[in-house]
Nanobody
Framework: QVQLVESGGGLVQAGDSLRLSCAAS????????MGWFRQAPGKEREFVAV????????NYADSVKGRFTVSSDNAKNTMWLQMNSLKPEDTAVYYC???????????????????WGQGTQVTVSS
């Protein structure tokens, strides 16, 4: 129904910037919310950011506020995560997610989402 593919991960140094992309295909019109999650070794999957494709709703985890920016272009079926001032603790596999929900309640919970990408590795060295 919907396929999500992340790209743009890599190895960078602390303080550098990186832009992740999430390309959506299939029935993209059915997706109301799109989010970014990350998972570091030995840790649970963590909410990073969420964006409502229509309505202007955007929220971030406290750990990335002021450093990360999420955006999307519905015509291009693409979502981005601009990551600035990267820190070693940002090291994780980053996942793109899409939700069919009509309203936001638990957007910071993985169960809110119906589709997931394969993940892209981000490694930040000190």
């Amino acid at each position: 129904q919907v396929q999500l593919v992340e790209s743009g991960g890599g190895l960078v140094q602390a303080g550098d910037s990186l832009r992740l992309s999430c390309a959506a295909s299939g029935r993209t019109f059915s997706i109301s919310f799109m989010g970014w999650f990350r998972q570091a070794p030995g840790k649970e999957r963590e909410f990073v950011a969420v964006l409502r494709r229509i309505g202007g709703f955007i929220n971030y985890a406290d750990s990335v506020k002021g450093r990360f920016t999420v955006s999307s272009d519905n015509a291009k079926n693409t979502m981005w995560l601009q990551m600035n001032s990267l820190k070693p603790e940002d090291t994780a596999v980053y996942y793109c997610a899409g939700s069919l929900r009509g309203y936001s309640t638990t957007y910071n919970n993985g169960n809110f989402y119906d589709y997931w990408g394969q993940g892209t590795q981000v490694t930040v060295s000190s």
